[in-house]
């Protein structure tokens, strides 16, 4: 268990579906970081959150959306879901904003049917 | 655009040989390089990293190198064996942005 808890495991939802991924960071971490993992991709980078505020973006679609909450827990939204959004979702976090080696959740599996 | 390159999808090992992973990028501000394992059903666990300004960082019987100029890394475990084999990622970042990009991934295998 790596401290980082992320629920729920599996996903499974149609087309056109909003579906709301939840990432819990070990206690402590003020940093939180959610990345997708497609097919025989490597991790990509979507958003980063710290102490609440978004801190940095990556390639994330407008049909995606995140915020951190002030328990420090934090929500990945997907909307308007199509095919090509099925994937792992792995959230990670961190101590301090930095690139030091964060540690992953186990990912929520997602797939759009 | 693969800023991160791991060519190699796949490898097979005997246990207690060496097994030597290689990474590739093409980002010259890339400065801080970092290594993952990851067991299916599982994330991936941060293994071992390494600072622009040092060649090699060892860590046990993992050891990463760094040919800055060769735009290379390489991660060496010595010696495999079968609890090593899953999937490795080479990650890199650029100064104090905490993204990381990571490559695709390269299977080990280490067999008994």
């Known amino acids: 268990d790596s401290g980082v808890t992320q629920t729920p495991k599996h996903l499974i939802t149609a087309t056109g579906q909003r579906v709301t991924l939840r990432c819990s960071p070990r206690?402590?971490?003020?940093?939180v970081y959610w990345y997708q993992q497609s097919l025989d991709q490597g991790l990509q980078f979507l958003i980063q959150?710290?102490?609440?505020?978004?801190?940095a973006k990556g390639n994330i679609l407008e049909r995606f959306s995140a915020q951190q909450f002030p328990d420090l827990h934090s929500e990945l939204n997907l909307s308007s879901l199509e095919l090509g959004d099925s994937a792992l979702y792995f959230c990670?976090?961190?101590?301090?904003?930095?690139?030091?080696?964060?540690?992953f959740g186990s990912g929520t599996r997602l797939t759009v049917v | 655009d693969q800023q991160v390159k791991q060519n190699s999808p796949s490898l097979s090992v005997q246990e207690g040989r060496i097994s030597i992973l290689n990474c590739d990028y093409t980002?010259?501000?890339?400065?801080?390089f970092l290594w993952y394992k990851k067991y299916p059903a599982e994330g991936p666990t941060f293994l071992i990293s390494?600072?622009?300004?040092?060649d090699k960082n060892e860590d046990g019987r993992f050891t990463v190198f760094l040919n800055k100029s060769a735009k290379h890394l390489s991660l060496h475990i010595v010696p495999s064996q079968p609890g090593d084999s899953a999937v490795y990622f080479c990650?890199?970042?650029?100064?104090?942005?905490?993204?990381?990009?990571f490559g695709k991934g390269i299977t080990l295998s280490v067999r008994p």
């Open positions: 990670a976090s961190s101590v301090v904003d930095g690139p030091y080696g964060y540690t």
């Open positions: 206690s402590g971490d003020l940093s």
């Open positions: 959150y710290y102490n609440g505020e978004e801190r």
């Open positions: 980002n010259s501000m890339f400065d801080y």
């Open positions: 390494i600072s622009s300004i040092k």
């Open positions: 990650a890199a970042s650029a100064g104090a942005n905490s993204k990381l990009t």
